[in-house]
Nanobody, 117 residues
Framework: QVQLVESGGGLVQAGGSLTLSCAASGSISSINVMGWYRQAPGKQRDLVAT???????KYADSVKGRFTISRDNARNMVFLQMNSLKPEDTAVYYC???????????WGKGTLVTVSL
């Protein structure tokens, strides 16, 4: 399995920026897709962005043009650069590592991002 630890959350004013980091350990070579999801209070967990081992990126419409996902395979890390943050971006952000072939779907414990007016 894969263990994930997120960091970088916090409180930021609207229009500001934050960078989230996720460090992976364990069966790293089995990971195909890494990504970020978020869950706001009282809502379901939604996709924010994913990136494959070949660098193919996918974003939720709500964050396109504002967020950038990147991956450092050498350091087994994935990042989420968040710019022009809005109050509606407030949520707990979770890192995910997945591989359908190896039946892996691992989650971190989450990091809270709060965007104030």
């Amino acid at each position: 399995q894969v263990q994930l630890v997120e960091s970088g959350g916090g409180l930021v004013q609207a229009g500001g920026s934050l960078t989230l980091s996720c460090a992976a350990s364990g069966s790293i070579s089995s990971i195909n897709v890494m990504g970020w999801y978020r869950q706001a209070p009282g809502k379901q967990r939604d996709l924010v962005a994913t990136i494959t081992s070949r660098g193919i990126r996918k974003y939720a419409d709500s964050v396109k043009g504002r967020f950038t996902i990147s991956r450092d395979n050498a350091r087994n890390m994935v990042f989420l650069q968040m710019n022009s943050l809005k109050p509606e971006d407030t949520a707990v952000y979770y890192c995910n590592a997945a591989s359908a072939y190896y039946n892996i779907n691992s989650w971190g414990k989450g990091t809270l991002v709060t965007v104030s007016l």
